[in-house]
Protein backbone atom coordinates (compact mmCIF):
# COMPACT_ATOMS: atom_id res chain seq x y z
CA UNK A 1 0.00 0.00 0.00
CA UNK A 2 1.35 3.61 -0.53
CA UNK A 3 -0.03 7.04 0.37
CA UNK A 4 1.34 10.03 -1.31
CA UNK A 5 4.35 11.98 0.42
CA UNK A 6 1.85 14.83 1.87
CA UNK A 7 3.37 14.82 5.64
CA UNK A 8 0.03 15.02 7.51
CA UNK A 9 -1.17 11.91 5.34
CA UNK A 10 1.79 10.22 6.44
CA UNK A 11 0.81 10.87 9.95
CA UNK A 12 -2.38 9.58 10.10
CA UNK A 13 -1.91 6.44 7.61
CA UNK A 14 -3.35 3.63 9.55
CA UNK A 15 0.32 2.17 8.11
CA UNK A 16 2.68 4.52 9.84
CA UNK A 17 4.82 2.41 12.46
CA UNK A 18 3.32 3.19 16.14
CA UNK A 19 5.55 3.49 19.51
CA UNK A 20 4.67 0.99 21.66
CA UNK A 21 2.30 3.35 24.28
CA UNK A 22 0.86 4.02 21.21
CA UNK A 23 0.93 0.06 19.79
CA UNK A 24 -0.65 -0.71 23.28
CA UNK A 25 -3.22 1.86 23.18
CA UNK A 26 -4.67 0.40 19.86
CA UNK A 27 -4.66 -2.88 21.21
CA UNK A 28 -6.48 -1.48 24.50
CA UNK A 29 -9.42 0.12 21.77
CA UNK A 30 -9.69 -3.19 19.79
CA UNK A 31 -10.50 -5.13 23.00
CA UNK A 32 -12.77 -2.19 24.22
CA UNK A 33 -14.92 -2.17 21.13
CA UNK A 34 -14.73 -6.57 21.12
CA UNK A 35 -15.90 -6.58 24.71
CA UNK A 36 -18.76 -3.69 23.69
CA UNK A 37 -19.76 -3.66 20.44
CA UNK A 38 -23.28 -5.56 21.30
CA UNK A 39 -23.86 -3.81 24.47
CA UNK A 40 -25.09 -0.30 24.94
CA UNK A 41 -23.78 2.72 26.17
CA UNK A 42 -19.99 2.17 26.66
CA UNK A 43 -17.07 5.16 26.48
CA UNK A 44 -13.74 5.22 25.99
CA UNK A 45 -12.00 8.45 26.59
CA UNK A 46 -8.68 9.38 24.91
CA UNK A 47 -6.99 12.07 26.09
CA UNK A 48 -3.61 14.00 25.74
CA UNK A 49 -1.97 16.97 24.87
CA UNK A 50 -1.80 18.40 21.43
CA UNK A 51 1.14 16.19 19.62
CA UNK A 52 0.59 13.26 21.43
CA UNK A 53 -0.21 10.88 18.19
CA UNK A 54 -4.34 10.79 19.32
CA UNK A 55 -5.69 10.81 16.05
CA UNK A 56 -2.82 8.18 14.78
CA UNK A 57 -4.16 5.71 17.42
CA UNK A 58 -7.38 6.33 16.37
CA UNK A 59 -7.22 6.38 12.56
CA UNK A 60 -4.96 3.07 13.32
CA UNK A 61 -7.76 1.55 15.66
CA UNK A 62 -10.32 2.23 13.25
CA UNK A 63 -8.41 0.61 10.07
CA UNK A 64 -8.05 -2.27 12.16
CA UNK A 65 -11.73 -3.09 13.25
CA UNK A 66 -12.71 -2.28 9.28
CA UNK A 67 -10.54 -5.62 8.74
CA UNK A 68 -12.58 -7.54 11.35
CA UNK A 69 -15.65 -6.24 10.74
CA UNK A 70 -15.69 -7.36 7.30
CA UNK A 71 -14.61 -11.26 8.51
CA UNK A 72 -17.90 -13.45 7.33
CA UNK A 73 -17.92 -14.94 10.90
CA UNK A 74 -15.65 -16.32 13.54
CA UNK A 75 -15.20 -12.89 14.72
CA UNK A 76 -17.44 -11.21 17.69
CA UNK A 77 -16.92 -7.95 15.48
CA UNK A 78 -17.83 -9.44 12.15
CA UNK A 79 -20.03 -7.51 10.80
CA UNK A 80 -19.99 -4.58 13.29
CA UNK A 81 -21.47 -1.28 11.62
CA UNK A 82 -18.39 1.53 12.18
CA UNK A 83 -18.50 5.49 11.47
CA UNK A 84 -15.69 7.71 12.19
CA UNK A 85 -17.11 11.44 13.02
CA UNK A 86 -14.90 15.03 12.88
CA UNK A 87 -16.56 18.12 13.20
CA UNK A 88 -13.53 19.90 11.51
CA UNK A 89 -14.07 20.48 7.59
CA UNK A 90 -9.96 20.39 7.23
CA UNK A 91 -9.75 17.68 8.75
CA UNK A 92 -12.21 15.23 7.03
CA UNK A 93 -11.10 16.16 3.91
CA UNK A 94 -7.51 14.69 5.27
CA UNK A 95 -9.31 11.53 6.63
CA UNK A 96 -11.12 11.06 3.30
CA UNK A 97 -7.83 11.48 0.93
CA UNK A 98 -6.38 8.45 3.31
CA UNK A 99 -9.29 6.21 3.01
CA UNK A 100 -8.50 6.24 -0.79
CA UNK A 101 -5.16 4.27 -0.33
CA UNK A 102 -5.85 2.04 2.50
CA UNK A 103 -7.33 -1.12 1.88
CA UNK A 104 -10.20 -1.58 3.50
CA UNK A 105 -11.36 1.91 4.62
CA UNK A 106 -13.94 3.59 2.82
CA UNK A 107 -14.60 7.26 2.44
CA UNK A 108 -18.41 7.10 3.75
CA UNK A 109 -17.08 5.75 6.57
CA UNK A 110 -15.90 9.87 7.35
CA UNK A 111 -18.75 11.78 8.59
CA UNK A 112 -19.53 15.02 10.00
CA UNK A 113 -21.68 14.55 13.26
CA UNK A 114 -24.10 16.10 12.55
CA UNK A 115 -24.68 14.43 9.37
CA UNK A 116 -24.78 11.56 11.13
CA UNK A 117 -27.21 12.68 13.63
CA UNK A 118 -29.51 13.79 11.50
CA UNK A 119 -29.21 10.14 9.21
CA UNK A 120 -29.90 8.58 12.90
CA UNK A 121 -32.63 10.35 14.10
CA UNK A 122 -34.54 9.58 10.52
CA UNK A 123 -33.83 6.04 9.91
CA UNK A 124 -33.88 4.98 13.49
CA UNK A 125 -30.30 3.28 12.81
CA UNK A 126 -28.29 2.36 15.25
CA UNK A 127 -24.47 1.98 14.42
CA UNK A 128 -22.81 -0.19 16.82
CA UNK A 129 -19.43 1.25 16.97
CA UNK A 130 -18.50 5.24 16.55
CA UNK A 131 -14.94 6.64 16.41
CA UNK A 132 -15.28 10.65 17.48
CA UNK A 133 -11.66 12.65 16.78
CA UNK A 134 -11.75 16.06 18.30
CA UNK A 135 -14.63 15.72 20.71
CA UNK A 136 -14.17 18.93 22.06
CA UNK A 137 -15.55 20.07 18.61
CA UNK A 138 -18.95 19.02 18.93
CA UNK A 139 -21.84 21.16 19.64
CA UNK A 140 -22.65 21.50 23.21
CA UNK A 141 -26.13 23.23 22.03
CA UNK A 142 -28.75 23.79 19.20
CA UNK A 143 -27.44 25.20 16.01
CA UNK A 144 -29.79 25.74 13.35
CA UNK A 145 -27.11 27.49 10.88
CA UNK A 146 -25.24 24.01 10.97
CA UNK A 147 -28.51 22.44 10.68
CA UNK A 148 -28.28 20.43 14.54
CA UNK A 149 -31.54 21.05 15.94
CA UNK A 150 -31.25 18.63 19.08
CA UNK A 151 -29.13 19.96 22.49
CA UNK A 152 -26.40 18.14 22.39
CA UNK A 153 -23.92 16.17 19.47
CA UNK A 154 -22.47 14.18 22.18
CA UNK A 155 -25.51 12.84 23.24
CA UNK A 156 -26.80 12.21 20.01
CA UNK A 157 -24.41 10.15 19.29
CA UNK A 158 -24.19 8.04 22.48
CA UNK A 159 -28.20 7.27 21.99
CA UNK A 160 -27.38 6.69 18.30
CA UNK A 161 -24.41 3.82 19.00
CA UNK A 162 -23.94 1.04 20.98
CA UNK A 163 -19.96 1.93 22.35
CA UNK A 164 -18.04 5.54 21.74
CA UNK A 165 -14.27 5.85 21.47
CA UNK A 166 -13.64 9.28 21.59
CA UNK A 167 -10.77 11.71 21.55
CA UNK A 168 -11.42 14.38 24.08
CA UNK A 169 -9.00 17.91 25.06
CA UNK A 170 -11.22 20.99 26.82
CA UNK A 171 -7.28 22.90 26.22
CA UNK A 172 -8.50 23.20 22.30
CA UNK A 173 -12.31 24.26 23.09
CA UNK A 174 -12.84 26.92 21.14
CA UNK A 175 -16.56 28.37 20.96
CA UNK A 176 -19.33 28.13 23.64
CA UNK A 177 -21.98 26.83 21.43
CA UNK A 178 -18.85 23.53 21.49
CA UNK A 179 -18.38 24.52 25.36
CA UNK A 180 -17.05 21.40 27.13
CA UNK A 181 -15.07 21.10 30.12
CA UNK A 182 -13.80 17.77 32.26
CA UNK A 183 -16.96 18.14 34.51
CA UNK A 184 -19.36 18.60 31.49
CA UNK A 185 -18.44 15.46 30.09
CA UNK A 186 -18.73 13.50 32.91
CA UNK A 187 -22.09 15.00 33.90
CA UNK A 188 -23.34 14.20 30.73
CA UNK A 189 -21.52 10.68 30.57
CA UNK A 190 -23.46 9.91 33.97
CA UNK A 191 -23.48 6.55 34.94
CA UNK A 192 -22.17 4.67 31.73
CA UNK A 193 -19.12 2.24 31.70
CA UNK A 194 -16.51 4.83 30.74
CA UNK A 195 -12.68 3.65 30.32
CA UNK A 196 -10.23 6.63 30.10
CA UNK A 197 -6.67 6.24 28.26
CA UNK A 198 -4.03 8.73 27.64
CA UNK A 199 -1.24 9.46 25.99
CA UNK A 200 1.68 11.41 27.47
CA UNK A 201 5.05 11.08 25.08
CA UNK A 202 4.81 14.49 23.10
CA UNK A 203 5.75 13.81 18.98
CA UNK A 204 5.12 16.93 17.33
CA UNK A 205 7.93 19.63 19.05
CA UNK A 206 10.76 18.29 18.44
CA UNK A 207 11.64 20.01 21.65
CA UNK A 208 13.39 19.75 25.22
CA UNK A 209 10.84 19.80 27.24
CA UNK A 210 11.11 23.78 28.50
CA UNK A 211 9.56 24.37 24.76
CA UNK A 212 6.12 22.94 25.44
CA UNK A 213 6.49 23.85 29.51
CA UNK A 214 7.01 27.80 28.58
CA UNK A 215 3.70 27.63 26.28
CA UNK A 216 1.76 25.71 28.70
CA UNK A 217 3.05 28.56 31.00
CA UNK A 218 1.98 31.12 28.67
CA UNK A 219 -1.11 29.71 28.10
CA UNK A 220 -2.04 29.90 31.77
CA UNK A 221 -0.62 34.00 31.65
CA UNK A 222 2.41 33.26 33.03
CA UNK A 223 5.65 34.41 30.75
CA UNK A 224 8.90 32.03 31.59
CA UNK A 225 12.46 32.04 30.38
CA UNK A 226 12.70 31.50 26.91
CA UNK A 227 13.83 28.05 26.03
CA UNK A 228 17.23 27.14 26.22
CA UNK A 229 19.08 27.02 22.52
CA UNK A 230 18.14 24.02 21.31
CA UNK A 231 17.44 22.19 17.70
CA UNK A 232 13.70 23.53 18.22
CA UNK A 233 14.23 26.73 16.76
CA UNK A 234 12.12 28.71 18.80
CA UNK A 235 12.82 33.36 18.50
CA UNK A 236 11.26 36.25 18.70
CA UNK A 237 10.91 38.92 16.69
CA UNK A 238 10.47 42.75 17.20
CA UNK A 239 9.37 42.95 13.14
CA UNK A 240 6.66 40.59 11.71
CA UNK A 241 7.45 41.30 8.66
CA UNK A 242 10.82 39.90 9.24
CA UNK A 243 9.86 36.73 10.76
CA UNK A 244 7.44 36.01 7.50
CA UNK A 245 10.51 36.51 5.21
CA UNK A 246 12.26 33.65 7.67
CA UNK A 247 9.26 31.72 7.13
CA UNK A 248 9.40 31.72 3.41
CA UNK A 249 12.67 30.98 3.44
CA UNK A 250 12.10 27.86 5.43
CA UNK A 251 9.13 27.42 3.33
CA UNK A 252 11.66 26.88 0.25
CA UNK A 253 14.00 24.97 2.64
CA UNK A 254 11.12 22.42 3.66
CA UNK A 255 8.12 22.81 3.26
CA UNK A 256 4.96 22.99 5.45
CA UNK A 257 5.98 26.60 6.99
CA UNK A 258 3.10 29.32 7.87
CA UNK A 259 2.16 32.49 9.01
CA UNK A 260 -0.50 31.87 11.88
CA UNK A 261 -2.21 34.66 13.69
CA UNK A 262 -4.77 35.08 16.88
CA UNK A 263 -8.27 36.25 15.48
CA UNK A 264 -7.76 39.78 16.08
CA UNK A 265 -8.02 41.47 12.54
CA UNK A 266 -11.67 41.84 11.00
CA UNK A 267 -12.54 38.64 8.79
CA UNK A 268 -16.16 38.14 7.33
CA UNK A 269 -16.99 35.45 4.65
CA UNK A 270 -18.08 37.71 1.97
CA UNK A 271 -15.65 36.80 -0.63
CA UNK A 272 -13.44 39.46 -0.64
CA UNK A 273 -9.87 38.99 0.69
CA UNK A 274 -9.22 40.40 4.34
CA UNK A 275 -5.90 41.64 5.42
CA UNK A 276 -3.38 41.54 8.70
CA UNK A 277 -1.38 44.78 8.64
CA UNK A 278 1.53 45.12 11.08
CA UNK A 279 3.77 47.50 10.21
CA UNK A 280 5.68 46.69 7.05
CA UNK A 281 3.95 43.24 6.93
CA UNK A 282 0.45 42.91 5.15
CA UNK A 283 -1.16 39.46 4.45
CA UNK A 284 -4.27 38.07 3.93
CA UNK A 285 -5.98 35.81 6.06
CA UNK A 286 -6.30 32.21 4.99
CA UNK A 287 -9.06 32.31 1.89
CA UNK A 288 -12.22 29.56 2.44
CA UNK A 289 -11.95 26.76 -0.48
CA UNK A 290 -14.12 24.13 0.57
CA UNK A 291 -13.80 22.80 -2.73
CA UNK A 292 -10.35 22.61 -2.31
CA UNK A 293 -9.33 18.83 -2.32
CA UNK A 294 -6.07 19.31 -0.11
CA UNK A 295 -6.46 20.93 3.57
CA UNK A 296 -5.26 25.15 3.84
CA UNK A 297 -1.99 23.64 5.78
CA UNK A 298 -1.06 21.17 3.43
CA UNK A 299 -1.80 23.90 0.22
CA UNK A 300 1.50 25.30 -1.32
CA UNK A 301 0.17 28.88 -1.98
CA UNK A 302 -0.96 29.34 1.55
CA UNK A 303 2.47 30.70 2.27
CA UNK A 304 1.24 33.85 0.70
CA UNK A 305 -1.51 33.88 3.89
CA UNK A 306 -2.13 34.17 7.13
CA UNK A 307 -3.97 30.69 8.50
CA UNK A 308 -6.13 31.12 11.83
CA UNK A 309 -7.24 28.41 14.25
CA UNK A 310 -9.80 26.65 12.60
CA UNK A 311 -7.59 26.24 9.71
CA UNK A 312 -4.42 24.85 11.56
CA UNK A 313 -6.54 22.95 14.54
CA UNK A 314 -5.28 19.12 14.08
CA UNK A 315 -2.18 19.71 11.72
CA UNK A 316 1.72 19.53 12.11
CA UNK A 317 4.04 22.07 10.67
CA UNK A 318 7.38 22.53 10.39
CA UNK A 319 7.93 26.20 11.30
CA UNK A 320 5.53 28.59 12.12
CA UNK A 321 4.88 32.12 12.73
CA UNK A 322 2.49 33.34 15.15
CA UNK A 323 1.49 36.74 15.29
CA UNK A 324 -0.45 37.49 18.58
CA UNK A 325 -2.78 40.17 17.55
CA UNK A 326 -3.64 43.11 19.70
CA UNK A 327 -5.55 41.21 22.08
CA UNK A 328 -3.00 40.08 23.94
CA UNK A 329 -0.83 42.06 26.06
CA UNK A 330 1.47 42.13 28.84
CA UNK A 331 1.07 44.12 32.45
CA UNK A 332 4.20 45.03 33.76
CA UNK A 333 3.01 45.24 37.75
CA UNK A 334 2.54 41.76 37.31
CA UNK A 335 4.33 40.27 34.98
CA UNK A 336 1.47 38.59 33.70
CA UNK A 337 -0.10 38.26 30.36
CA UNK A 338 -3.61 40.28 29.51
CA UNK A 339 -6.77 39.59 27.28
CA UNK A 340 -8.71 41.99 25.91
CA UNK A 341 -11.99 40.13 24.57
CA UNK A 342 -13.04 43.48 23.08
CA UNK A 343 -10.19 43.43 20.64
CA UNK A 344 -11.06 39.28 19.77
CA UNK A 345 -12.54 39.12 16.56
CA UNK A 346 -13.62 35.73 16.24
CA UNK A 347 -17.66 37.15 17.93
CA UNK A 348 -19.04 34.13 16.71
CA UNK A 349 -16.64 32.10 19.48
CA UNK A 350 -18.77 34.19 22.02
CA UNK A 351 -22.17 33.48 21.03
CA UNK A 352 -24.21 31.47 23.13
CA UNK A 353 -23.35 32.57 26.85
CA UNK A 354 -25.94 31.84 28.75
CA UNK A 355 -25.39 29.08 31.27
CA UNK A 356 -22.30 28.45 30.93
CA UNK A 357 -20.62 30.44 33.94
CA UNK A 358 -18.79 34.03 34.23
CA UNK A 359 -18.86 35.14 30.83
CA UNK A 360 -15.64 37.08 30.63
CA UNK A 361 -13.87 33.78 32.59
CA UNK A 362 -14.61 31.98 29.66
CA UNK A 363 -14.03 34.35 26.98
CA UNK A 364 -10.69 34.70 28.13
CA UNK A 365 -10.45 30.84 27.97
CA UNK A 366 -11.41 30.29 24.80
CA UNK A 367 -8.76 33.08 23.93
CA UNK A 368 -5.62 30.85 25.46
CA UNK A 369 -7.34 28.03 24.59
CA UNK A 370 -6.67 29.26 20.55
CA UNK A 371 -3.00 30.58 21.66
CA UNK A 372 -2.19 26.90 22.71
CA UNK A 373 -3.81 25.35 19.60
CA UNK A 374 -1.40 27.78 17.31
CA UNK A 375 1.91 27.54 19.37
CA UNK A 376 1.76 23.91 19.72
CA UNK A 377 1.39 23.16 15.71
CA UNK A 378 5.48 23.17 14.76
CA UNK A 379 8.14 20.63 14.69
CA UNK A 380 10.50 22.40 13.93
CA UNK A 381 10.45 25.96 15.05
CA UNK A 382 8.44 28.72 16.52
CA UNK A 383 8.61 32.37 16.07
CA UNK A 384 6.55 34.93 18.11
CA UNK A 385 6.06 38.45 17.10
CA UNK A 386 3.58 40.68 20.23
CA UNK A 387 1.82 43.20 18.38
CA UNK A 388 1.02 45.26 21.83
CA UNK A 389 4.36 47.39 22.48
CA UNK A 390 4.55 46.38 26.23
CA UNK A 391 4.43 42.59 25.54
CA UNK A 392 6.96 42.57 22.58
CA UNK A 393 8.89 44.63 24.56
CA UNK A 394 9.07 41.78 27.32
CA UNK A 395 9.16 38.85 25.13
CA UNK A 396 12.11 40.56 23.41
CA UNK A 397 13.90 41.35 26.73
CA UNK A 398 13.37 38.09 27.39
CA UNK A 399 15.07 37.16 23.42
CA UNK A 400 18.03 38.99 24.91
CA UNK A 401 18.66 37.50 28.49
CA UNK A 402 18.41 33.80 26.91
CA UNK A 403 20.96 34.54 24.24
CA UNK A 404 20.52 33.92 20.47
CA UNK A 405 22.27 30.80 19.68
CA UNK A 406 20.60 28.12 18.10
CA UNK A 407 22.42 24.80 17.98
Known sequence: MSVSDNRAELKLSPDRMLTEEQEKLVGTIMAFCQDHARGKGAVLVLQGDAGTGKSIVMNAAFARLRQRVEKK??????????????????????????????????????????????????????????????????????????????????????????????????????????????????HLLGDRPVVVQRLTTQFRMRAHADVPRWVEAFCQRRLLPLPAPQSFDFRVFDDAQTLYEAI???????????????????????????????????????????????????????????????????FDLNYVGVILGPSVDYDATTDRITLDASRYEDRAAFAGKTGIGDPSVLCEQIMLNAINVLMTRPTKGLYLYASRPALRARLLELWHARGHENV
Open 248 to 314: RQHESEVGLCRMLATYDYPYVLDGQDHFITEGRFHLRWDRSLPEAPLPWAERADTIDEVGSVYTVQG
Open 73 to 186: SGDVLAGCSLRFLVNHPEMIKLYRRIAEHVPGLRKRDYERPTTFINQSRRTGHETDIVFIDEAHLLLSRRDAYNRFLQDNQLEEILHASRAVVMVFDPRQVLKFKSFWSEDTLH
